[in-house]
């Protein structure tokens, strides 16, 4: 079945970096756009970024744009979220989603956990 | 930009009684881009409908969507126990490409 595994999330000072990533299983990862998706505690749910399904084409939201950065790796079939710059307000729970149909993010990994903290 | 605004904030009901949430866009946006997620504590959203009014795999028809233009609404016919969770609706702009979600509707027990 479709698997999504994020990992590297902790706790980073605020100015520093942090990369996240995520392993794809049960599906063709080199076609199929793939998201990040992100909920400060006890807050809704913010769309991050997105990588096209033939990689060609990357979105930020503009409250992540020119500090984070969207990548993949499809031999290894793993999508990655570089961030610099962080700040207090990037603390979130990370979710890794796959896009269907240009619109859906079905299904979402179990997230990882980034706490922005001096 | 399109916003997103999900009503009540929180709704207060019993088992086996139906519950309605809106979800209302600032601006008309296409029924095909209109999803609802459910989110319940400790969890990862999961898909339940989209094109405002299809089920996704798996999800009970007591779950139903309805709407266009700038008002959706999501419907569960009869609450069960597993049903009290967070909502949230979500639509996706394509110029530029932006997928944007509604501060979202806690469906409790009253």
């Known amino acids: 079945q479709v698997q999504l595994v994020e990992s590297g999330g902790g706790v980073v000072q605020p100015g520093r970096s942090l990369r996240l990533s995520c392993a794809a299983s049960?599906?063709?990862?080199?076609?199929?756009?793939m998201h990040w998706v992100r909920q400060a505690p006890g807050k809704g749910l913010e769309w991050v970024a997105v990588m096209w399904y033939d990689g060609s084409q990357k979105y930020y939201a503009d409250s992540v744009k020119g500090r984070f950065t969207i990548s993949r790796d499809t031999s290894k079939n793993t999508l990655d979220l570089q961030m610099n710059s962080l700040r207090a307000e990037d603390t979130a729970v990370y979710y890794c989603?796959?896009?269907?149909?240009?619109?859906?993010?079905?299904?979402w990994g179990q997230g990882t956990l980034v706490i922005v903290s001096s | 930009e399109v916003v997103l605004t999900q009503s009540p904030g929180t709704l207060s009901l019993s088992p086996g009684e139906r519950a309605t949430l809106s979800c209302r866009a600032s601006q008309t946006i296409s029924s095909n881009y209109l999803v609802w997620y459910q989110q319940k504590p400790g969890q990862a959203p999961r898909l339940l409908i989209y094109g405002a009014s299809s089920r996704a795999t798996g999800i009970p028809d007591r779950f139903s969507g309805s709407g266009s233009g700038t008002d959706f609404t999501l419907t569960i016919s009869r609450l069960e126990p597993e049903d009290f969770a967070v909502y949230y609706c979500q639509q996706y702009g394509s110029s530029p490409p932006k997928w944007t979600f509604g501060q979202g509707t806690t469906v409790e027990i009253k």
């Open positions: 989603v796959r896009d269907r149909n240009g619109g859906l993010f079905d299904p």
């Open positions: 049960g599906f063709t990862f080199y076609n199929t756009g």
